[in-house]
């Protein structure tokens, strides 16, 4: 038995296979790719640290619109200059804002033209009350001789009840010979709401009441009137750096209806300047005989916010 067990303990006997030899580490030999990296730098007599792989650079930012001014410069200059016209915010410090827009056209050849536009318009927002100050000015000649002559300014002051529900004042006055309108003042009082109000849309409606001056440059009678008015204001960001406007005034009188529609584009390109495409529509019902009733307008200007 002694010898049984002797038998038992000995090593495997002789013929049987070696256990299998266990598996290199990790490690324990360097990787082709490396190898011949290492040998390549031998080769060229350099370090071989100088051959390694630099992570490629991160792709570059873009945001802001798909096509136009996608950049970061632009979604700064959108934030300046398309949010003059938004509804103030209680929690905001008062601040300043405003626009002002440039355009000229000439033409020369078979027929000389010049053509300009300018506008302006200042905000100042202090919650609840926010001012506005505008003017503008048309001016065009052909062959020397004036076709085009119009000026107005404006001053509209509004309180806020609550974010979206607003009172208004507004003071205005224009001069268009080539409407025979020698001078108009107005003066109107009225409610305004904002239907909608999101970070990308806005839609206010403007109803109020008040009284309407007209000095004509032909021997038609001046005309003194009470008045309504009624405005329309949507606003849309198509992109960070693109936006669209269209805006629409009635003054309604027993002598004439004013009509006056402003539809606009404007992309940003820097912090402060942008482009903007825009198409006026002016319509006065009463007309003397021999003047349009209607007059458009289309310019190209060039935006600078502040």
Wanted: hydrophobic letters at 35%.
């Amino acid at each position: 038995m002694q010898d049984k067990q002797t038998i038992c303990r000995r090593p495997s006997r002789p013929g049987t296979p070696p256990r299998p030899a266990a598996p290199a580490r990790r490690g324990d030999r360097a990787p082709a790719p490396r190898m011949l990296a290492a040998l390549l730098a031998g080769l060229l007599g350099i370090p071989a640290a100088g051959l390694a792989q630099e992570a490629p650079p991160p792709p570059p930012q873009v945001s802001g619109g798909e096509s136009v001014g996608a950049d970061v410069s632009g979604n700064e200059s959108a934030k300046k200059l398309f949010t003059l016209r938004d509804l103030p915010r209680p929690d905001a410090p008062p601040a300043w804002a405003g626009e002002a827009q440039l355009g000229y056209a000439a033409s020369s050849g078979n027929s000389d033209s010049n053509n300009v536009n300018a506008n302006l318009l200042i905000s100042y927002t202090a919650f609840p009350w926010r001012h506005f100050l505008g003017a503008e000015a048309r001016f065009a000649d052909s062959e020397g001789e004036t076709t085009t002559e119009r000026y107005a300014a404006g001053y509209k002051p509004e309180y806020f009840f609550t974010r979206r529900t607003f009172a208004f004042g507004f003071l205005g006055y224009d001069r268009d010979p080539f409407s025979n309108i020698e001078s108009r003042y107005s003066a109107t009082i009225g409610l305004g709401h904002a239907l909608i109000d999101t970070e990308r849309q806005t839609l206010t409606l403007q109803l109020g009441g008040g009284y309407r001056m007209t000095r004509f440059t032909d021997d038609t009678p001046d005309s003194d009137e009470p008045v309504a008015r009624g405005a329309f204001n949507y606003g849309l960001r198509l992109t960070d750096n693109t936006s669209f406007r269209q805006d629409l005034s009635v003054m309604a009188g027993s002598d004439n209806t004013f009509t006056e529609s402003i539809t606009s584009l404007q992309v940003s390109m820097t912090d402060n300047l942008a482009l903007s495409l825009s198409y006026t529509v002016l319509n006065n019902s009463f007309t003397p005989p021999g003047i349009d009733s209607t007059d458009t307008f289309t310019s190209v200007n060039l935006v600078a916010g502040f």
